[in-house]
């Protein structure tokens, strides 16, 4: 027991030392001030999933998430890209070893606050790929339902709509939050229509809660029963609907069409 101690103390330390090795990488000084981002830096930051594997200790791995996440706060969009990358590489075993979520969280959702409509974007894959642990954050929540609601930018509210569902598949709060807000946007002309296509999918996450699953069922039978509604939306709502009901607890007479 204390030589599995002793190692496993050994390895956190290896663990660290990698980490440091590749801050040091990516804080190298450029050889060219004209780059938005350093050949070093993208080196770095591809070697932190090797960390993740190679050294999956909750202190580890809790150090590289704040250390990509300070990143990510005070560098440019070149290189919140390669963090947003990283963390879509991560595997939720990796990512529910964060042991500072919050801290975490509060260095990613500042640039929400940003008027840097790419930089929201980014910043919105990067929460949904969190969601595994951040699902019932209520500033999570309210940071991707604003965007939702605010964004113009085609990139930011397409980011938006897929970090939307991403929280909805893990939150048993978030659909009754975010329902109103797909109906409303479903039911304005202005809505682009693939983007009504984006946004009836999450209908599939709304089974949780009886009366949630209800609501989301009434909201795609009334799309399938408008005339005007287009054969490509009328498919993917058919799909959705038949998801939500494999999964939804409703009695088995309310499932008829």
Same mark, same amino acid.
Request: with cysteine.
């Given at each position: 027991?204390?030589?599995?101690?002793?190692?496993?103390?050994? !390895?956190?330390?290896?663990?660290?030392?990698?980490?440091?090795?590749?801050?040091?990488?990516?804080?190298?000084?450029?050889?060219?001030?004209?780059?938005?981002?350093?050949?070093?830096?993208?080196?770095?930051?591809?070697?932190?999933?090797?960390?993740?594997?190679?050294?999956?200790?909750?202190?580890?791995?809790?150090?590289?998430?704040l250390k990509l996440a300070d990143w990510f706060r005070t560098f440019?969009?070149?290189?919140?890209?390669?963090?947003?990358?990283?963390?879509?590489?991560?595997?939720?075993?990796?990512?529910?070893?964060?042991?500072?979520?919050?801290?975490?969280?509060?260095?990613?959702?500042?640039?929400?606050?940003?008027?840097?409509?790419?930089?929201?974007?980014?910043?919105?894959?990067?929460?949904?790929?969190?969601?595994?642990?951040?699902?019932?954050?209520?500033?999570?929540?309210?940071?991707?339902?604003?965007?939702?609601?605010?964004?113009? !930018?085609?990139?930011?509210?397409?980011?938006?709509?897929?970090?939307?569902?991403?929280?909805?598949?893990?939150?048993?709060?978030?659909?009754?939050?975010?329902?109103?807000?797909?109906?409303?946007?479903?039911?304005?002309?202005?809505?682009?229509? !693939?983007?009504?296509?984006?946004?009836?999918?999450?209908?599939?996450?709304?089974?949780? !809660?009886?009366?949630?699953?209800?609501?989301a069922k009434l909201a795609c039978l009334n799309l399938l029963a408008?005339?005007?509604?287009?054969?490509?939306?009328?498919?993917?709502?058919?799909?959705?609907l038949t998801l939500l009901l494999s999964e939804a607890v409703i009695?088995?007479?309310?499932?008829?069409?």
């Amino acid at each position: 027991m204390e030589e599995t101690n002793a190692w496993t103390i050994r !390895d956190q330390a290896e663990g660290h030392r990698a980490l440091l090795e590749l801050e040091a990488k990516f804080n190298k000084k450029p050889r060219s001030a004209a780059l938005s981002i350093q050949g070093s830096q993208i080196q770095a930051l591809t070697g932190f999933i090797r960390i993740f594997e190679q050294y999956p200790y909750p202190v580890v791995i809790n150090a590289a998430i704040l250390k990509l996440a300070d990143w990510f706060r005070t560098f440019n969009n070149n290189v919140k890209f390669y963090v947003y990358k990283v963390f879509k590489e991560a595997s939720d075993l990796h990512l529910t070893k964060v042991i500072n979520v919050e801290e975490t969280v509060r260095r990613i959702l500042a640039i929400l606050g940003s008027n840097d409509p790419i930089a929201r974007a980014i910043t919105l894959r990067v929460l949904g790929c969190m969601s595994m642990i951040i699902a019932e954050k209520l500033d999570v929540q309210y940071g991707i339902i604003q965007r939702l609601e605010l964004a113009t !930018d085609r990139i930011e509210l397409e980011a938006a709509i897929w970090a939307g569902d991403q929280i909805c598949a893990r939150s048993s709060r978030f659909p009754s939050v975010i329902f109103s807000k797909i109906t409303d946007k479903l039911e304005h002309s202005d809505t682009p229509f !693939d983007v009504k296509l984006r946004l009836v999918k999450i209908f599939r996450h709304m089974h949780q !809660d009886i009366a949630m699953a209800r609501e989301a069922k009434l909201a795609c039978l009334n799309l399938l029963a408008n005339a005007d509604t287009d054969s490509r939306l009328v498919i993917v709502t058919i799909r959705t609907l038949t998801l939500l009901l494999s999964e939804a607890v409703i009695d088995r007479k309310e499932q008829v069409m």
